[in-house]
């Protein structure tokens, strides 16, 4: 049975296409750096549809270790800085594909040193599967939240090592990558700042997800904004209104923490390369949110 985030997922992909396989990761990354593979984690996905040009960046693949495994990563900031601010960009279920490089392309024009490490390397490749269901089962499911902690952690320490200033770090992710913002801003102290976009607030305790955004909410340390669509089909608003209580009797972090949820968007509706896509929603978000790391030091 799925989740509200593998719900969400379904819901915003383009229905009735094709389930043959898609390209391998390193495939994918090729593609982000301009070497002319096609980039999209499933075949059921369109191109992305924000093209950022890697010219004045350095971009491209790069592992940094963690417990004896080395994660896989993508990374761009601008060419010949350093001392840079840093921006944790945390994938979909689809893991890094080319809206995620693109991503971290965009935050490296604004100035910053982003790095979206592949945080289901370790239970397998999503570029692999071409049926939702068996990702989720096989993939996705398996991956523990004290991993991924983990591997964030490994991210920010290879940041500092190649041009990231560690004391201006802020991290954003998308639906599963979403929630996976929620837990970080609690997890990590070096964090400055976190934007979630549509990750899911509340679910059942596991031991690979033991808890959730709302029950880490009171121990924030860093604040979070959440940006929500109101039509999004896995994530009824009622839990961004519980998420919104258990704030406001949390931390200083967590009091200041906010929510901006636009009405007629629905689930994934920063992902331009699915038809969920709303422009004007995915632009005044991302204002919004290059505004609120630099509000909240990350800058």
Not at 18 to 23: F, K, L, P, V
Not at 105 to 126: C, S
Not at 195 to 205: E, F, H, I, N, T
Not at 235 to 246: F, N
Request: aromatic share 10%.
């Amino acid at each position: 049975m799925l989740n509200s985030d593998q719900k969400s997922e379904f819901d915003s992909l383009l229905p009735g296409q094709s389930t043959e396989r898609g390209s391998t990761r390193r495939t994918a990354l090729k593609a982000a750096l301009g070497i002319g593979y096609a980039a999209t984690a499933l075949p059921i996905m369109a191109q992305t549809a924000i093209k950022t040009p890697t010219d004045d960046l350095r971009a491209g693949e790069t592992t940094f270790e963690v417990n004896g495994f080395k994660v896989p990563a993508y990374y761009a900031a601008p060419a010949g800085k350093t001392d840079l601010p840093v921006i944790l960009v945390i994938q979909e279920i689809l893991g890094v594909h080319e809206y995620i490089a693109d991503t971290a392309r965009r935050f490296a024009k604004a100035g910053y040193l982003a790095i979206a490490p592949e945080l289901f390397a370790r239970q397998g490749d999503p570029s692999e599967y071409g049926e939702m269901a068996k990702l989720m089962a096989e993939v996705v499911s398996k991956v523990p939240d004290a991993q991924v902690m983990a591997d964030l952690d490994g991210a920010v320490k290879w940041a500092g090592a190649n041009g990231g200033n560690t004391a201006k770090v802020g991290v954003t992710g998308f639906c599963w990558g979403g929630r996976i913002t929620w837990l970080y801003a609690a997890h990590s102290t070096s964090v400055k700042a976190g934007v979630a976009w549509y990750g899911r607030l509340v679910g059942d305790s596991s031991p690979l997800t033991p808890k959730h955004p709302v029950e880490i909410a009171p121990i924030l340390n860093a604040p979070v904004l959440g940006l929500y669509g109101g039509q999004d089909g896995g994530i009824p608003l009622d839990t961004v209104d519980k998420m919104k209580a258990a704030l406001a009797s949390g931390s200083a972090a967590a009091k200041v923490s906010q929510f901006v949820v636009y009405p007629d968007a629905p689930h994934a509706f920063h992902a331009d390369y699915r038809p969920s896509y709303r422009k004007e929603a995915a632009e005044d978000g991302w204002k919004r949110a290059v505004a609120w790391f630099k509000a909240n030091g990350v800058a």
